[in-house]
Every structure is written in structure tokens, then in C-alpha cells.
């Protein structure tokens, strides 16, 4: 079985948005590589965005981000899915039914780019459940960015029951509490979220997404695991773990100096050709490419 390496970045979210990369050109690519025989044109690099920072990483890749992580919601990322999931989510509707719970709302929030369907579970308000925690909801924002990718956002709520009783005022609450679901939905996603084309970065703070961009104050939460892996690398992928907390004392990333000139790995990776990890790391106020 031919070995494979995975290459493991951990990105801390200390700066105010990424470090840039220099470029690495032909000339110093040949100096350091004299006896190697490198494909310059599939090593040009192009910026990429991914969460707070940016990388600059060979333009034919493939990347991929299964779940995130941001302020308080969870978000999961379904590659290639949004056309099977806006017709389950049609489906759901027309049979009033998802699964074993009801459909009670569902919400067109963008055409053709995001909507919004809301289920409670087929249980009995005099059952020993609801009457101790309240009818329980789920809330599901469904968008889509610059592609055929499905970014789904999931929430809960609870109605309480009546001393085991319907609400006499349950309609309305049940209205009530889903408007303000889709408040936050907007407030927290769909009103600062635009699509992103590949190797575009945003000249702000905010949060990279495959396809599309979340516009913050670079401090909101946020942590994900994302994956690049490169057309003509099948056998190396690029993890990058994002928002772990660095430990009372511990350097920055900007601070740190991850390949010592002696290392013995650094000279290695250097013959290699990849340019995945950084020479230069220079802070920046905003997500904007570096130019020399």
C-alpha cells in the first residue's frame, strides 16, 4: 500500500485576520530545488482564505469542511447537496411530515439561496417529556454560497405545555418564536454572508467559507477542520485545524517561528516545493494579499 501524508497546520484565531504568504517564485523555487525537476506552473500559487487566515497554496486543489463551529451555532457543510436538499425540504413540506416530527413552518429567506424549515416533535403535551421540559423544536437554515454546496445551520426551541395541557396560547407562540428564529438567522448569517469566487479574499475581517464569506468583527467563535487536497498529491492532504486556544505564555503564530533556517524537515519540505508553510507571516488588519 503506497504511504500517504497528512500535514497538520493547527491555525490559532489570535490576530486580527491572516498571515499572508510570500510568493514563491521560479527563481527562488529552482534555487533551493536545483536538482529536482518542479512543475512551475502547477506550483504557482494562488491566495486562499479559510477561516480568519490566509494561505497561498497551488491552484489546482480540492477542499473540503464537513462541520463549523461559529458563535454559538453549529453548521454543517454537505458537498455538491443543495438541489437533493431544497427537494427533501419541499418534500417535507407537501407531507407535512420529517421523519418521525411535524413540519411546522418552512420559509423562502432568498430565492434560490436560502431557506428555512421548522419541525417539532410528535409528542403529546400531557406526555411526562413535555410537561417537564416543554414541546421541543428544531430550526434549520439551509443556504448555498458560490456553488452546488448545502451549509446547514440547526437550532431548538421549546414550547412549554399548560400543566400537561395544549397552550391555549400555542399558535401564536409557536409564530412567535419561529419570526425570531429567522431574525437570528439573518442577524448572524444571511445579512453579512456573500458569495466568494475560489482564490478571492475579502478585504475585511470576517470568516472564510468555501464559496462565500461571513463578515464580523474578527472575534466572534469560531472553530472547523478543514481539508485541501492537491490534484497531483492524491498521497498528502493539508489539514488545517482552526480555533484552538493557546496555552497561558504560549506565542502567537505570528510570533512563532515554525521553521528554524537549521531544521532538518525545513530543508526537506523546501525540496518538496510546498508552500504550505509560511517564510514571511506579516499581521494585517484586513484579509488582503500581500504584494512584493
Same mark, same amino acid.
Given at each position: 500500500?503506497?504511504?500517504?501524508?497528512?500535514?497538520?497546520?493547527?491555525?490559532?484565531?489570535?490576530?486580527?485576520?491572516?498571515?499572508?504568504?510570500?510568493?514563491?517564485?521560479?527563481?527562488?523555487?529552482?534555487?533551493?530545488?536545483?536538482?529536482?525537476?518542479?512543475?512551475?506552473?502547477?506550483?504557482?500559487?494562488?491566495?486562499?482564505?479559510?477561516?480568519?487566515?490566509?494561505?497561498?497554496?497551488?491552484?489546482?486543489?480540492?477542499?473540503?469542511?464537513?462541520?463549523?463551529?461559529?458563535?454559538?451555532?453549529?453548521?454543517?457543510?454537505?458537498?455538491?447537496?443543495?438541489?437533493?436538499?431544497?427537494?427533501?425540504?419541499? =418534500?417535507? +413540506?407537501?407531507?407535512?411530515? !420529517?421523519?418521525?416530527?411535524?413540519? #411546522?413552518?418552512?420559509?423562502?429567506?432568498? $430565492?434560490? @439561496?436560502?431557506?428555512?424549515?421548522?419541525?417539532?416533535?410528535?409528542?403529546?403535551?400531557?406526555?411526562?417529556?413535555?410537561?417537564?421540559?416543554?414541546?421541543?423544536?428544531?430550526?434549520?437554515?439551509?443556504?448555498?454560497?458560490?456553488?452546488?454546496?448545502?451549509?446547514?445551520?440547526?437550532?431548538?426551541?421549546?414550547?412549554?405545555?399548560?400543566?400537561?395541557?395544549?397552550?391555549?396560547?400555542?399558535?401564536?407562540?409557536?409564530?412567535?418564536?419561529?419570526?425570531?428564529? =429567522?431574525? +437570528?438567522?439573518?442577524?448572524? !448569517?444571511?445579512?453579512?454572508?456573500? #458569495?466568494?469566487?475560489?482564490?478571492?479574499? $475579502?478585504? @475585511?475581517?470576517?470568516?472564510?467559507?468555501?464559496?462565500?464569506?461571513?463578515?464580523?468583527?474578527?472575534?466572534?467563535?469560531?472553530?472547523?477542520?478543514?481539508?485541501?487536497?492537491?490534484?497531483?498529491?492524491?498521497?498528502?492532504?493539508?489539514?488545517?485545524?482552526?480555533?484552538?486556544?493557546?496555552?497561558?505564555?504560549?506565542?502567537?503564530?505570528?510570533?512563532?517561528?515554525?521553521?528554524?533556517?537549521?531544521?532538518?524537515?525545513?530543508?526537506?519540505?523546501?525540496?518538496?516545493?510546498?508552500?504550505?508553510?509560511?517564510?514571511?507571516?506579516?499581521?494585517?488588519? #484586513?484579509?488582503?494579499?500581500?504584494?512584493?
Amino acid at each position: 500500500m503506497k504511504p500517504t501524508t497528512t500535514v497538520l497546520l493547527t491555525v490559532f484565531l489570535l490576530t486580527a485576520c491572516t498571515p499572508a504568504v510570500s510568493p514563491l517564485t521560479e527563481q527562488n523555487l529552482s534555487a533551493t530545488t536545483a536538482s529536482s525537476s518542479i512543475d512551475t506552473a502547477y506550483w504557482t500559487e494562488q491566495p486562499y482564505c479559510s477561516s480568519r487566515y490566509q494561505l497561498r497554496l497551488p491552484s489546482h486543489l480540492r477542499h473540503g469542511s464537513t462541520h463549523i463551529d461559529y458563535n454559538g451555532w453549529s453548521v454543517m457543510v454537505m458537498f455538491n447537496d443543495w438541489n437533493r436538499n431544497v427537494r427533501n425540504i419541499n =418534500e417535507f +413540506k407537501s407531507s407535512g411530515e !420529517f421523519g418521525t416530527d411535524i413540519v #411546522a413552518d418552512t420559509r423562502t429567506l432568498i $430565492p434560490d @439561496r436560502a431557506m428555512m424549515q421548522v419541525t417539532r416533535s410528535d409528542f403529546d403535551w400531557d406526555g411526562r417529556y413535555v410537561k417537564k421540559h416543554g414541546m421541543p423544536y428544531e430550526a434549520y437554515l439551509y443556504f448555498k454560497l458560490d456553488n452546488n454546496d448545502a451549509y446547514i445551520v440547526r437550532s431548538y426551541f421549546r414550547i412549554p405545555s399548560d400543566h400537561g395541557k395544549t397552550p391555549a396560547n400555542w399558535k401564536a407562540k409557536e409564530k412567535e418564536l419561529i419570526d425570531g428564529m =429567522e431574525k +437570528k438567522f439573518r442577524q448572524d !448569517f444571511l445579512n453579512n454572508l456573500w #458569495a466568494r469566487q475560489e482564490f478571492e479574499v $475579502p478585504n @475585511r475581517q470576517g470568516i472564510c467559507l468555501i464559496g462565500g464569506f461571513i463578515a464580523d468583527d474578527g472575534k466572534k467563535p469560531f472553530t472547523a477542520h478543514t481539508t485541501v487536497e492537491f490534484a497531483k498529491q492524491h498521497d498528502m492532504s493539508l489539514e488545517i485545524m482552526h480555533g484552538d486556544e493557546l496555552k497561558k505564555g504560549e506565542s502567537t503564530l505570528l510570533q512563532r517561528d515554525i521553521a528554524p533556517k537549521k531544521a532538518h524537515w525545513q530543508k526537506s519540505l523546501k525540496s518538496q516545493a510546498t508552500a504550505l508553510f509560511v517564510k514571511d507571516r506579516v499581521p494585517l488588519t #484586513a484579509c488582503q494579499v500581500r504584494k512584493n
